[in-house]
Nanobody, 123 residues
Framework: QVQLVESGGGLVQAGGSLRLSCAAS????????MGWFRQAPGKEREFVSG????????YYADSVKGRFTISRDNAKNTVYLQMNTLKPEDTAVYYC????????????????WGQGTLITVSS
């Protein structure tokens, strides 16, 4: 069974750091992209960052550029999101996603979602 398992969420003070991990099992995704989305309370789910699985090209939402870094470990079929200088407005449930179109930022292009992990940034 194909699944994405996320870990690394929690509570952190503003200015702090966290790292999320997303392990994919059940198949390889060499022709796809991977990404992170987030959904804050009362808001729509939004794109955060993506990475192309084959070449490792990365891209970010403007709101996190310079603070978040996405990376992957092909051997472990795992994607990471290093989040630095966290702000209260980063508080959300973060979802790992397999993108059927590498380079996409659209929820409509997500083939598989992780279960989500909550990040709470206190001021």
């Amino acid at each position: 069974q194909v699944q994405l398992v996320e870990s690394g969420g929690g509570l952190v003070q503003a200015g702090g750091s966290l790292r999320l991990s997303c392990a994919a099992s059940g198949r390889t995704f060499s022709t796809y992209g991977m990404g992170w989305f987030r959904q804050a309370p009362g808001k729509e789910r939004e794109f955060v960052s993506g990475i192309t699985w084959t070449f490792g090209g990365t891209y970010y939402a403007d709101s996190v550029k310079g603070r978040f870094t996405i990376s992957r470990d092909n051997a472990k079929n795992t994607v990471y999101l290093q989040m630095n200088t966290l702000k209260p407005e980063d508080t959300a449930v973060y979802y790992c996603a397999v993108l059927r179109t590498a380079g996409s930022r659209r929820s409509e292009d997500v083939e598989l979602w992780g279960q989500g992990t909550l990040i709470t940034v206190s001021s």
